[in-house]
């Protein structure tokens, strides 16, 4: 079983930057093939996929935040930090950090965490 766990501020003032951690944990034999990715589901709108890292190390975003968003490891393999910059009401939303795992695709999700940008 292997279980996802995103944390950070619940609350982000407009124009600062937002820190996300995900953190996996279980039975978890990272590959180069596999990736963790960051998806996030505005209030009352579809999800909106983010960007991944692989644990080879290369990372990928959506051209729509491209120029504010980074996706690095943190402290282990098991870590990732978002980082997404110049933040507005419109990044209010839940985030979510999702595995993904060569020819199986999404297979765990955590639970998400509610960011909220307001003044």
């Known amino acids: 079983q292997v279980q996802l766990q995103e944390s950070g501020p619940g609350l982000v003032r407009p124009s600062q930057t937002l820190y996300l951690t995900c953190t996996v944990s279980?039975?978890?034999?990272?590959?180069?093939?596999?990736?963790l990715h960051w998806i996030r589901q505005p209030p009352g709108k579809g999800p909106e996929w983010m960007g991944n890292?692989?644990?080879?190390?290369?990372?990928h975003y959506s051209p729509s935040l491209k120029s504010r968003i980074t996706i690095a490891r943190g402290t282990s393999l098991n870590q990732i930090i978002l980082q997404l910059s110049s933040v507005t009401p419109e990044d209010s939303a839940v985030y979510y950090c999702v595995r993904w795992v060569a020819f199986t695709g999404y297979d765990y999700w955590g639970q998400g965490t509610q960011v909220t940008v307001s003044s």
């Open positions: 279980g039975v978890h034999i990272p590959r180069n093939d596999d990736s």
């Open positions: 890292i692989y644990y080879r190390g290369d990372t």
